[in-house]
């Protein structure tokens, strides 16, 4: 059976970490956001692996490391696993920014295992929080929003909007989902 790599993305502030949390806790393989573990590896150093300092560089690591996980992922005999983001996240928060996003990032992520559907969590005022990796203004986590599905759209995976609702609630829709498909 082939591998299955399920995608969790989204504006930022969305449940995304938290319904990975939950998946987690309920016997599921999952992998965290990359980015906001670079983001706290290099908050307090002299360097520019920050998205606020050196966009493409802080992308180029971050996607470095994805490609490192993918393999990581390949060895384990898991067949099915969720990621909180991937590498078209890069992309469109690349566009956010007003960058072109090299083309590796696109080509790399159409040759990944990642399902095509992918589980959006829409940007969610009621719950939108800044914290110490998170400095985006609500206006910019909506731009974000439409950045991403902007992104994953041109490249042909299909958005599957996870309704606003606990987190118990969306991860019994994802898992639905995925049972439904098979």
């Known amino acids: 059976m082939k591998k299955k790599y399920h995608i969790i993305t989204g504006a930022p502030s969305t449940g995304k970490s938290s319904v990975v ?27 520019n692996l920050l998205p606020w300092k050196d966009m493409l560089a802080f992308s180029d690591e971050v996607f470095r490391r994805m490609k490192i996980l993918l393999k990581e992922i390949e060895q384990q005999e ?7 983001r991937s ?20 080509e790399t992520a159409l040759q990944s295992p990642y399902a095509k559907d992918v589980f959006f969590m829409p940007f969610w005022e009621a719950i939108f929080a800044n914290d110490a990796q998170r400095l985006e203004s609500i206006e910019e986590a ?24 606990s987190i118990s609630e969306r991860v019994d829709f994802i898992l639905n989902f995925l049972q439904k498909k098979n």
Do not use: W
């Open 21 to 47: 949390k939950e998946l987690l806790n309920r016997g599921y393989v999952c992998h965290d956001e990359i980015a906001r573990q670079v983001i706290k590896e290099n908050q307090n150093k002299d360097n």
């Open 142 to 165: 909506k731009n974000i929003d439409k950045a991403l599905r902007a992104a994953y759209s041109n490249l042909g995976y299909n958005l599957i909007e996870v309704p606003h609702g």
């Open 78 to 84: 898991t067949e099915t696993c969720f990621l909180d």
């Open 87 to 106: 590498m078209v996240d890069l992309i469109g928060y690349m566009n956010f920014a007003g960058k072109e996003a090299p083309s590796k990032y696109g």
